[in-house]
């Protein structure tokens, strides 16, 4: 019987909090894995760079629209929130949202296209300078005064995973 009162409690098995702890243990804390969404979509640019045929080069821009949209969508809904509250800054994310905006227009243009239109290389070239350059300012700026503030970086971290599973699943 105390183990029913225990789970009533808190609402979770022994078993469950086991596999909670053991599943935010294992994920990256939130710089990790937007580090490593950087990481991923820098790749598939250079996948693109390289690819020769108009299906592979569709293949690739669908995929890293995808994975833009996606992280630009964790980072609003949760990282951006958290790095405000916790480091009362006024000017750095307001300055990555607009450059989100701009980033998901050039996406909406590339969805609504074809690989063998005219513009189709030149726009994921720009979108690929604007993400590096979007990238570089959150690394050299955003990430740093994230880290030395109180942020709970293990803690968003969990959540952007969770959150990003449940957008990658609903892209499929």
Known sequence: MPTSNAKRATGKTAAQKSTTTSRASKSPDAIALLRADHQEVSALFAQFEKARTDKRKGELAAKICTELKVHA?????????AFSAATKDKSLVPEATVEHQTMKDL???LESSSPDAALFDAKVKVL???????????????????????????????QLHVRKQELMASQV
């Open 73 to 81: 969508q964790i980072e609003e809904e949760i990282f951006y929130p």
């Open 107 to 109: 996406i909406a243009q």
């Open 128 to 158: 690929s300078e604007y993400v590096k350059h979007h990238v570089k300012e959150e690394q050299n700026e955003i990430f740093p005064k994230a880290r030395k503030s109180k942020l709970d970086l293990k803690e968003v971290g969990e």
